[in-house]
Each structure stands twice: as structure tokens, then as C-alpha cells.
């Protein structure tokens, strides 16, 4: 036995003998080794996260999702996304008010998986819930209206709401508006249902807060443009024989003229044309029917009267009946 051993020959075979089974052991313990792990790495997107809190308390700084990275059998991990029985939460009812970072824990997942989820902590702060009313301010965009047309006013319905939220954010207010919307080209009133909504002084939208109510009836009045014009009389023709017209008061000083913007602002006054024959010594009024000016659309008044202050010399006066044949002779009869 001993010469086999010292013989070279003998060592060679034993070694190569030897290097063979510790190739075979390593490539079964490989083997064995991928079996047996048979590990993959998965993520799932945007899973909601869950808050636990005292309800009296405001939550500000919260993402509604986060993403969890999941390590472990491929079976395990399929089973796992097919019953999405698992929760991902952060539990602030042990914290006072104030700012905190908060891990996010993970419920109802396998042992057999590893979790990871990003972010794995949150920054967040608890603050009292308050209640505060304000004054609605209502807003449309005068570009919808139709040529000519002008906003006259809006009138919402309830006039207040009450906002719930942070105290942070309730003292951040600045503006709580009501926007009205609606196709172009409005020439009628209407009334129509508007959100409301929070806004900063830089009418950035504030979030994290309820309103109650959420909607309003907002009522919109639509009129037709228009302008007062100061009213200027203009006589036309000789007056009767024996009057002289000292002057003209017209019973208001202002006409109302509707259009389009362009037109009546072009207008500087409003000119009454009055027939001077149509006063007489016993009838210094004169009604006058208010013509529409060109481009424009309407006139307010329609009519208007106009008073003359006369002076009459009696010597040059004419006898009404001899004016009028048919006077004289119904007074001959």
C-alpha cells in the first residue's frame, strides 16, 4: 500500500479523482442554491396610503400614493398583487401638534417577501381643524358676451360658505370666488351653478380643505351697452310770427343711447331737433319723438317734451281763427 502511494502514477489518478468531485459538489451546490431562492425584485406603482389619525386634527404633507418595491418567490409576489389585500399606512395618533416624520409601514404582507417603500418616510404636520365663513365674491369672464353687451351685476346664492381646514391654511385665505362659465356670445341673463373655490393672495388654489357649500346659484345680469349723453336742442325752422324763442328746457338732461361700445362712445352729446313753428303763444310744449342715432341699437327716452320760453309781441299776433278758416266758421254757426 505504501509503494501505490509513493507511486507518482497512483497521485496523479487520486488527484484528478479528486478535482472531478469537487467540481460535480460545486455545481450541485449552485444548483441547489438557485432552486431553492428563485428570488425576483418587483415594484408597484402608486399604492394609496393609508392615514391614521384623530379625526378633531388636520393632516397636511400626506402623498396619495407611494411606490413598494417587493423582494421574494415570483409566486408569492403575484399572489400578492392579484388579492391587494396588503396596506401601506402611517399611524400620527400618538403625535402631538406640531411637524414629524413618520416612517410608512407595511401591513398583511408575506414573510416570505422584503419590502422597501419610496419615500420610506414622510415629513407631515398635525394642526387643529378649524371652521371660518366668508363672503363669496362671484366672477365671470366678460369675453363671453356678445358685442354690445356688457356684465350689469352678479347676485350669488348663498352669499357665504364655511370652510374647514388647517389653521395654516384657513389664515392663508385671501379671495373665495365662485367663477361662472358658459359658451361665448351671451346676450341674455341667466343664472347658472358655480364651484367655489379657495384661493392665496396669489391666487394660488388651496388644498386641504372642505367647503360647504361646494356650489352656489349664481344669477347673472346681462344688459346691452349704453351711455348717458347730455342733451343738447336744436331749433329748426322760423318760429310763428310774433314769437320769439328765448330759450329751450327740456323735461330731462340725459338720453340713454344703446350699442355697441365703439359707437356710443364715439358720441359726445345727444341733439333734439324742435320745429319752432310747433309753439304758440298758448302752447309752449313741444313733444318730440327721439330718433335712433346711426350705429346705435336704442334710445331712452323714446320721446321727451321740451319747453320754450318765449316772448310774444301781441301787435303781430294772428287771430287763431283767421290761422284756421275752420275755427272762424264753427264759430259764425
Do not use: C
Request: proline share 6%; glycine share 4%.
Amino acid at each position: 500500500m505504501d509503494k501505490m502511494m509513493d507511486n507518482p502514477w497512483f497521485l496523479r489518478i487520486m488527484a484528478l479523482f479528486l478535482a472531478f468531485l469537487l467540481f460535480f459538489s460545486v455545481q450541485t451546490e449552485n444548483n441547489t442554491t438557485t432552486t431553492e431562492t428563485g428570488r425576483v425584485s418587483e415594484m408597484i406603482e402608486d399604492v394609496e396610503l393609508q392615514v391614521y389619525y384623530d379625526e378633531s386634527l388636520m393632516v397636511s404633507g400626506v402623498p396619495d400614493t407611494v411606490d413598494l418595491y417587493l423582494s421574494g418567490p415570483a409566486s408569492i409576489i403575484q399572489t400578492t398583487r392579484q388579492l391587494d389585500d396588503y396596506t401601506l399606512f402611517i399611524d400620527l395618533r400618538s403625535l402631538p401638534l406640531g411637524e414629524h416624520q413618520v416612517p410608512i409601514q407595511t401591513e398583511n404582507l408575506s414573510e416570505q417577501l422584503s419590502a422597501r417603500v419610496d419615500p420610506a418616510f414622510v415629513n407631515v404636520v398635525l394642526e387643529e381643524r378649524v371652521s371660518q365663513e366668508f363672503d363669496i365674491d362671484a366672477e365671470m369672464n366678460e369675453r363671453l358676451l356678445a358685442e354690445g353687451f356688457v356684465l350689469d351685476g352678479l347676485s350669488v346664492e348663498p352669499d357665504t360658505v364655511t370652510v374647514t381646514g388647517p389653521q395654516s391654511v384657513i389664515n392663508a385665505i385671501s379671495f373665495v370666488k365662485a367663477t361662472v362659465t358658459g359658451e361665448p356670445e351671451i346676450k341674455e341673463s341667466f343664472t347658472a351653478e358655480a364651484r367655489v373655490r379657495v384661493l392665496a393672495e396669489d391666487l394660488t388654489k388651496l388644498d386641504n380643505v372642505t367647503i360647504e357649500p361646494e356650489s352656489v346659484a349664481v344669477d347673472v345680469t346681462v344688459e346691452e351697452y349704453s351711455r348717458e349723453l347730455p342733451v343738447r336742442i336744436e331749433s329748426t325752422g322760423d318760429p310763428q310770427t310774433g314769437i320769439t324763442i328765448n330759450s329751450w328746457t327740456p323735461t330731462s338732461e340725459q338720453v340713454r343711447v344703446f350699442g355697441p361700445r365703439s359707437v356710443v362712445d364715439a358720441m359726445e352729446e345727444y341733439v333734439i331737433e324742435v320745429e319752432a313753428n310747433s309753439v304758440t303763444a298758448s302752447d309752449t310744449t313741444v313733444t318730440v319723438e327721439l330718433p335712433i342715432p346711426s350705429g346705435a341699437s336704442g334710445v331712452s327716452p323714446g320721446e321727451m317734451q321740451v319747453e320754450a320760453d318765449i316772448s310774444v309781441d301781441e301787435s303781430l299776433i294772428v287771430p287763431e281763427e283767421l290761422e284756421n278758416p275752420e275755427i272762424a266758421e264753427s264759430n259764425e254757426e
